[in-house]
Each structure stands twice: as C-alpha cells, then as structure tokens.
C-alpha cells in the first residue's frame, strides 16, 4: 500500500508562483513513476507532468509546458510541481498519483496509475 499526500497548495494571484510536495511512504518509491494531474470543476481529470523512476525522463501537458516543472528527490520520498507564471485557468485541485509498474516511462493517463493522493487547492485570481 502506497499513500501520497499533497502539500503546498494555495491562493495566488495571475503571474504568480507556487511549489507543490507530494511526500509517499513505502521503500519502494524509488521505483515508481509519478505524475501530477488536476481538476477543476465540472471537468475531468487531465494530465499535468509525469517524471521517470529516477528523474532522468519528464513530461508535461502543452497547457503547461515551459511554466511548470516537475522534480522528484527519491532519498525523500517526494516529487514536487513548481508552477511559475500561473493563470486563472490553472485553478483547479491538483493530485499527485504513482505507477508502480516503474522504469523509464512517464505516463499520462489517469488509468495508468495505481495510487492517489487527496489533492492540494490551487486557486488562481485575476
């Protein structure tokens, strides 16, 4: 069993930053490839960043792409998501999730993924 908990999330203003942690337990994490999904209201669930079991290999959705970066520290059991140049649309509940199949894959569907945390708020005014 495997449990995320997403930290860092918050009110910001457009342009604005924030950085969020998502911390898992378990030894194995090191092994996992993780991923950053988010949802606003009446929507569905959409891919953010994905990133490998080591770090070495990233992806991003296009909305995103060049403003947010994902990063993960195995010896901490954590991946964080820095979102720079934030706008209103950005507005949503992010959840942090893990593949625990592993290797050099960053997947971005939500059904690829096995475990999910609760999700963080990130609000974003105009």
């Known amino acids: 069993q495997v449990q995320l908990v997403e930290s860092g999330g918050g009110l910001v203003q457009t342009g604005g930053s924030l950085r969020l942690s998502c911390t898992a337990s378990?030894?194995?994490?090191?092994?996992?490839?993780m991923g950053w999904f988010r949802q606003a209201p009446g929507k569905e669930r959409e891919f953010v960043a994905a990133?490998?079991?080591?770090?070495?290999?990233?992806s991003y959705a296009d909305s995103v792409k060049g403003r947010f970066t994902i990063s993960r520290d195995n010896a901490k059991n954590s991946v964080d998501l820095q979102l720079n140049s934030l706008k209103p649309e950005d507005t949503a509940v992010y959840y942090c999730?893990?593949?625990?199949?592993?290797?050099?894959?960053?997947?971005?569907?939500?059904?690829?993924?096995?475990?999910w945390g609760q999700g963080t708020q990130v609000t974003v005014s105009s």
């Open positions: 990133i490998d079991w080591n770090g070495g290999r990233t």
């Open positions: 999730a893990a593949d625990v199949r592993g290797g050099y894959i960053t997947p971005s569907s939500p059904s690829d993924y096995h475990y």
């Open positions: 378990g030894r194995t994490f090191s092994s996992y490839a």
